[in-house]
């Protein structure tokens, strides 16, 4: 559904992304992980035009998202920090996101409801603590459902009955068949939520396949224990090369 | 694109920066009409305000409303609305605000005490220069990712048209003062749009006598149908320039 191709994505110097390739399918759930700066959060927001490649392009249900922006319309989005203008109101967000895709009619507001939003429709966003915008957040990831749902980070700073609300709910879009791409540090969240793992070392894919297959490379029955697993060799991987240019 | 002006416009009115600067406007313009009966001095007196307040103004407000609706213009980024849109609404409601706080400002005390056709023109120019230098604030403020970089361009912006060109076109006049320089002199006015706003509200005021023969030489100019016609659309350009100069960087930025 998603499918990134030859992507190349430099930060002055920095070369943050090198020829990278995936592709993402409808009804799977994917875990997106990797050390930090290794260019997850880049990646999601070139999915999502928010940063634009240097080169290579991606399709989303078959189509360029080059100079295109209806497809985000498809795409539910939870960001890593949720950022929201200081005067509006929760209410008025909600409204204002339905004005932007005024195609939908039908809203699922059963994550708003769920974690109490719906009683603090006229708080502004800048009275809220951290956690309650990423309540917000996750609301209107799942507002209008989508058929993608892209997740940075989604349970930072929730708390724990929130953390299970919003586990719940993944779960449950997860087995309407959509696509959901999560990145998180973790591992066991990732583990039940998702059937699918990508690593990402420097810049490139280290590691893509089904979580099952993930256990019997490492030779690990357990998600986090082969996911440590596969960090030492990404990091071994780096020593040998550093080795290697010194002689 | 007109939902998202709507909210642009919601959040910009909102802050109380807008009510603020409309009330400096008529506070100026009251007390400058209290002074003087005589409608040519008062538009002069207005204009000479005018032209220092409203770029610094504009750029500084511009700048600083752009950096901080950074969040918003994420989250609308992320939403199935055009790049172009998200850019241009942000800029239109800034226009908006600038432009609304000068004709109330300058505009109610006008209606009080009676206005001529030269304090229209006025109006015209203060739109004009808000417009021109909240696009040179929003070039200044895509180019750069950092808060004070971008203000300290939009400031220098300000002191250049303002204070420095004036200043290099002296210095120009005086050197060559030997040669005939009516034209360079026109051409030099309007690569500046501070310039070009004084030169055209002057010629309305009957004082372009006082300014020898370049001054007769811009009469002649500036009060013919061509002239008008010409510096408008300089004018025009100014306005139009920065802005798409500053939408383009923007369609290619990452946030």
Do not use: C
């Not at chain 2, 004009?128 to 912006?157: C, E, H, M, P, Q």
């Amino acid at each position: 559904m998603i499918s990134v191709q030859q992507i190349h994505k430099k930060f002055g110097k920095l070369e943050v992304l090198k020829d990278f390739n995936l592709e993402f399918e409808s009804g799977k759930s994917y875990a997106l992980m990797g050390p930090n700066g290794s260019g997850k959060t880049t990646l999601i927001k070139i999915i999502l035009g928010m940063v634009i490649p240097n080169a290579g392009d991606i399709l989303v249900k078959g189509n360029s998202i080059k100079g295109s922006f209806a497809y985000r319309s498809d795409i539910g989005y939870m960001p890593q920090i949720g950022r929201y203008p200081d005067n509006i109101k929760i209410g008025q967000l909600f409204s204002m996101m339905q004005d932007m895709r005024p195609d939908i009619k039908k809203y699922d507001m059963e994550l708003a409801s769920e974690f109490g939003l719906m009683d603090m429709l006229d708080k502004p966003m800048r009275t809220l603590s951290g956690g309650t915008r990423q309540k917000v957040s996750a609301s209107l990831a799942f507002m209008f459902r989508p058929d993608i749902l892209i997740l940075d980070e989604p349970t930072a700073g929730l708390d724990p009955i929130a953390v299970e609300i919003l586990k719940n709910k993944i779960i449950q879009e997860r087995e309407k068949g959509r696509l959901i791409l999560i990145t998180s540090h973790i591992l066991s969240e990732l583990d039940e939520l998702t059937n699918h793992a990508i690593y990402i070392h420097e810049g490139k894919v280290f590691f893509n396949d089904t979580t099952e297959s993930l256990k019997d490379i490492t030779g690990e029955s357990k998600f986090t224990t082969a996911i440590a697993r596969l960090m030492e060799w990404s990091l071994k991987k780096k020593q040998i090369k550093t080795e290697l240019s010194h002689v | 694109m007109f939902k998202l002006l709507k909210y642009a416009l919601y959040d910009i009115v909102k802050s109380r920066f807008a009510l603020l600067y409309t009330l400096f406007m008529v506070l100026v313009a009251i007390s400058i009409y209290q002074v003087s009966e005589d409608m040519s001095k008062v538009s002069l007196s207005l204009l000479n305000i005018m032209l220092m307040i409203v770029p610094l103004i504009s750029a500084i407000f511009a700048t600083t409303h752009f950096f901080n609706n950074l969040e918003f213009t994420e989250l609308m980024l992320a939403q199935p609305v055009k790049r172009r849109d998200v850019f241009l609404s942000q800029i239109l409601a800034v226009m908006f605000v600038l432009s609304l706080a000068i004709v109330i400002g300058f505009g109610v005390p006008m209606i009080l005490w009676g206005a001529d056709s030269s304090v229209l023109i006025l109006l015209g120019i203060g739109i004009g220069l808000s417009v021109v230098f909240a696009g040179l604030a929003f070039l200044a403020s895509v180019l750069t990712r950092d808060k004070a970089k971008a203000i300290g361009i939009s400031l220098s912006f300000w002191i250049y048209f303002s204070l420095v060109y004036d200043g290099f076109v002296l210095y120009l006049i005086y050197s060559l003062a030997d040669y005939p320089l009516e034209k360079p002199t026109l051409a030099l006015v309007f690569l500046n749009p501070v310039d070009l706003g004084r030169i055209i509200m002057l010629m309305q005021l009957d004082i372009s006598a006082l300014m020898g023969y370049t001054g007769a030489f811009f009469q002649d100019f500036f009060g013919s149908a061509k002239g008008i016609l010409l510096s408008s659309a300089v004018m025009f350009v100014w306005m139009i320039l920065p802005v798409s100069a500053a939408m383009r960087v923007f369609k290619r930025k990452d946030f």
